[in-house]
């Protein structure tokens, strides 16, 4: 089974700061997904990226895709209370599931 | 816009009871999947279905079974409740890009079970 590291697990900032949160693997992956969960719901499709050293960009979020394809990183500008949630990454390996990370847990305070 | 509708949002059942899941998904995606998520320990695939009438365990599988009778509506079953199924239940459906070579999953807004 391929692990799937998140980090950090909790992130708590101030409106206005900058943060960059890491999905990591442990051998390549095909692409990867991100994806935002607010509490109680649902998460919601972000992002996929697919090219090695790619970067997606999100109004204030940026995503990038490592060139050996084994990590990647969401940075947000100048968070704002409504990024708050939980950030989840999962990787396709041209299977029909996604094996999931434990997510990134984000607190955006006024 | 995908939409992925599952039957409740919050749902309290007793220990021994059969418990039904229903989730719908109107873009009519080959794929469908029903996970749990707990505190710390993140998604967990319960099972997964590929057609309609076929169905894959996924990592935690016991204490569940499946139905997908139609392409849209894949149900999860827990035939006899027990409080370790207390949980968060989210259904997903995906679609392949056009290569067939990646999927992206689309979720539910989930089910909050408790078993008493």
């Known amino acids: 089974t391929q692990l799937l590291e998140q980090s950090p697990q909790f992130l708590s900032i101030q409106e206005g700061e900058n943060l960059t949160v890491y999905c990591n693997s442990s051998s390549v992956f095909s692409s990867l997904q991100w994806y935002r969960q607010e509490p109680g719901e649902g998460p919601v499709l972000l992002v996929t990226v697919v090219t090695g050293g790619e970067v997606k960009k999100l109004k204030r979020l940026t995503f990038q895709f490592g060139d050996a394809r084994k990590d990647s990183s969401l940075h947000i500008t100048a968070a704002q209370p409504g990024d708050t949630g939980l950030y989840l990454c999962?990787?396709?390996?041209?299977?029909?599931?996604?094996?999931f990370g434990k997510g990134t847990s984000l607190l955006v305070t006024p | 816009d995908v939409k992925v509708t599952q039957s409740s949002r919050y749902l309290v059942k007793r220990t021994g009871e059969k418990v039904f899941l229903e989730c719908v998904q109107d873009?009519?995606?080959?794929?469908m999947f029903w996970y749990r998520q707990d505190p710390g320990l993140g998604l967990r695939l319960i099972y997964f279905?590929?057609?309609?009438?076929?169905?894959e365990k996924g990592d935690i599988p016991e204490g569940y079974s499946v139905s997908r009778e139609k392409k849209e509506r894949f149900s999860l079953i827990l035939e006899s409740a027990s409080t370790n199924q207390t949980s968060m239940y989210l259904c997903?459906?995906?679609?392949?890009?056009?290569?067939?070579?990646?999927?992206?999953?689309?979720f539910g807004p989930g089910t909050r079970l408790t078993v008493t």
């Open positions: 997903a459906s995906s679609l392949p890009n056009s290569g067939r070579w990646y999927y992206e999953q689309y």
């Open positions: 279905s590929y057609d309609v009438k076929m169905k």
């Open positions: 999962g990787l396709s390996n041209s299977g029909y599931a996604l094996n």
């Open positions: 873009m009519d995606h080959e794929n």
